[in-house]
């Protein structure tokens, strides 16, 4: 080769290497992504397509407590029904009165001591106690702490987040890998060629169900990252700088810390309570200081109009309003207010007041849990989930068909594609603005850069070198 030649080559192979480099990245990344995400998101989306269909299910759990009252004997007073749901958990004290759908149904009556609570069901007549279970102990309270916790409270929602976050970069890289190269029609792009044989049966049933659904998956982890631990602590300290955040937030911020509310909720609610109450016999059966006024505030709270269910909560502090919060699923209906002791209502906070961020939430949580369009948005979300249990267990049959012998790494690549860095950086974005990923990518760049200087033999098995 002369040297007039050289610099006529030389600009030719040095991208084509440097798109390589980049290339090799997104595969091993996308690879990586995938090992670790699979076992999560099947889990999630068993629990998830569980968890969107809470409505029906506790429908039917609790069937048998609905309709119970009938005949013309009187219906008993809210403080009658308090009091009968308070001596059933000796030492608890009222948290909540949940007000019935119609009156013929069993009054749901939540009490607790410390961050422990207890739903009640009472007879709307007879003050009998028709059922009790803790509140965490509940079916679907279960499940939602499965899908978003692993029932390990932090430890397992820092894992489910990270998990979460590496399924974002799994499906970004998914869709950048598919970006069609010279492909000759709509065929594996659009829709999966079926009869062509088994490789390229998975292939495209992975690659094409990937597109399709990859818009919603990434809406759903969106919208969930709210609930997790780290990043939920990171939105709301942002939100604190900003100057943006609410005086409570009406998703959950995770167990630890929906406990320890329950704990300086019931606290203050015993502080409230008098010595005149404590005389008059009331050791046992903690109510309000006058627990007359729960008849008030139910009665002003039943003629709000708020979406069930409605929950009336007793002060926390001297001379502190009664709380009257809708916990509608659909969370755009939910509407809360404050009421005197005398039944008096002081104000009435509307869904559509709350700031532009707290809305944004609600309406991403109550699309995130199948509720703001009712069966239609479950089922749009379920095909979104089945979407995810596909891909899955498509990347396993391709793994395991495609994997050589003997090794773990990415399968061997093809023809590179230009602009790999972009994606590279569209990551490292991703890694500022979830810092629990952002440890972990860090965590697994260092991982590899060591095992690369001290086990260089694994290069081979892990994929490191290009087929």
Known sequence: MTAEMRPEIRPEI????????????????????????????????????LYLFKPQIEQALYAPYRNVASGPAPRLSPDRIAAQAVAAVPGSMLHKYVLPRSATDAVEVLVGKGAGEMRVWVHPQTGAVLYKVPEESRFMRVVFRLHGELLSGDYGSALVETAACWTVVMLLTGLFLWWPRG?????????????????????????????????????????????????????????????????????????????????????????????????????????????????????????????????????????????VRSQAENRPMRDSAEVTNDGTLIGIERFSQRHWIDRAVGYGVAIHEGEWRGLANQLVNLAVLLGLVTLCLSSVVLWWRRKPQAMLGAPATFAPLRHSWALVALVLLMAMLMPLFGLSLGLAVLAEWSLKRLAPRLGPWMGWRTA
Do not use: K
Request: aromatic fraction near 12%.
């Open 183 to 323: 492909a000759s029609g709509l065929a594996g792009v659009l829709y999966p060629r079926l009869f062509r044989g088994r490789t390229l049966f998975w292939r495209d049933i992975h690659a094409v169900t990937g597109l399709w659904i990859s818009l919603g998956a990434l809406f759903l982890i969106a919208t969930g990252l709210p609930w997790a631990n780290a990043w939920g602590d990171y939105f709301r300290q942002v939100r604190i700088v900003t100057g943006t955040a609410a005086d409570r937030q009406d998703w959950s911020a995770g167990s630890s810390a929906e406990a320890q509310q329950r704990m300086m909720a019931d606290a203050g609610m015993r502080a409230m309570m008098s010595e005149h109450a404590e005389h008059h016999g009331m050791t046992m059966s903690h109510l309000p200081a006058n627990p007359a006024a729960l008849d008030a505030v139910v009665a002003r709270a039943g003629g709000l109009g708020f979406a069930h269910p409605v929950e009336v909560s007793p002060p926390t502090a001297p001379d502190g309003p009664w709380q």
């Open 14 to 49: 040095r991208p084509e290497i440097r798109r390589e480099r980049w290339y090799r990245a997104v595969w091993r990344w996308h690879f990586y992504a995938g090992l670790f995400c699979v076992p999560f998101v099947l889990w999630l989306s068993v629990t998830g397509g």
